[in-house]
């Protein structure tokens, strides 16, 4: 059994005060979430203070997104992979759909903030999913195929053994409107198996994340899908209880 993780994308929301009163909150209840791994990503001006407050709780700082570069210079208002590191993350999320579809992240660039991730010790959470369109067209796994190979032809496979992968099929994103555990079951599925055709070890102990309008009432139900191992959070991540509620669902599907 794969060890669950459970990632608040907190996206661009919270204030310091906010950040206080929440992250002292998770870190209290995450002690009750045995057998699970919970990381938290606030927006980068607050790596640090998160980081701090979070010290000897147990939960882990990612961030939500990184520069693809890998040497510091004239990169006016990018965070090089390094600093992220510099400032205690653990993870950082990369190819984001909001990134891919607001910011033109394309499925190059994602490969290389992939790349340059893993250069610096951080554990990539790759998102990738479809949109509606291509979902209602028949093609989701071709495009499942598309964002995963993009990035396996950058790195090859053996960068996958300390990612971590989020499927966050687009239309389930702040819509209330999660996908099914079968459509999510069956999407994890295609994932895993594309990578079992390189390395079947790194396939199997890799950690598939579900993301998409992931509450309390719904997340039992998604974790409980044989190849879910956990969740990468939004909105629900920025009510303590809510997130705290959706780790112990992961704890007791593990
Ligand atoms: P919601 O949980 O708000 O749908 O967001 C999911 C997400 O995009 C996490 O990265």
Known sequence: MRRPLVVG????????????ERVAAIAA????????????????????????????????????????Q?????????????MLADVGCRYVIVGHSERRTLY???????????????????QPVLCIGETLA?????????VLARQLD??????GVAAFGDA??????????????????????????????RLARLDATIANQIALLYGGSVKPNNAAALFDCADVDGGLIGGASLHAGDFLAIARAAATAS
């Open 9 to 20: 994308n907190w996206k661009m929301h919270g204030s310091s005060a906010e950040n206080r």
């Open 29 to 68: 209840g995450a002690s009750e979430c045995h057998g699970v791994d919970i990381a938290i990503c606030p927006p980068a001006v607050y790596l640090q203070a998160v980081g701090a407050q979070l010290a000897g709780s147990g939960v882990a700082l990612g961030a939500q997104n990184l520069c693809e």
């Open 70 to 82: 890998t040497r510091a210079g004239a990169f006016t208002g990018e965070l090089l992979g390094a």
């Open 104 to 122: 033109g992240e394309d499925d190059s660039r994602v490969a290389e903030k992939f790349a340059a991730a893993a250069q610096f010790g951080l």
């Open 134 to 142: 291509e979902r209602d067209a028949g093609t989701t796994e071709a």
């Open 150 to 155: 993009a990035v396996l032809r950058r790195t």
């Open 164 to 193: 971590v992968i989020a499927y966050e099929p687009v239309w389930s994103i702040g819509t209330g409107r999660n996908a099914a555990p079968e459509q999510v079951q069956s999407a994890h599925a295609f994932i895993r198996g």
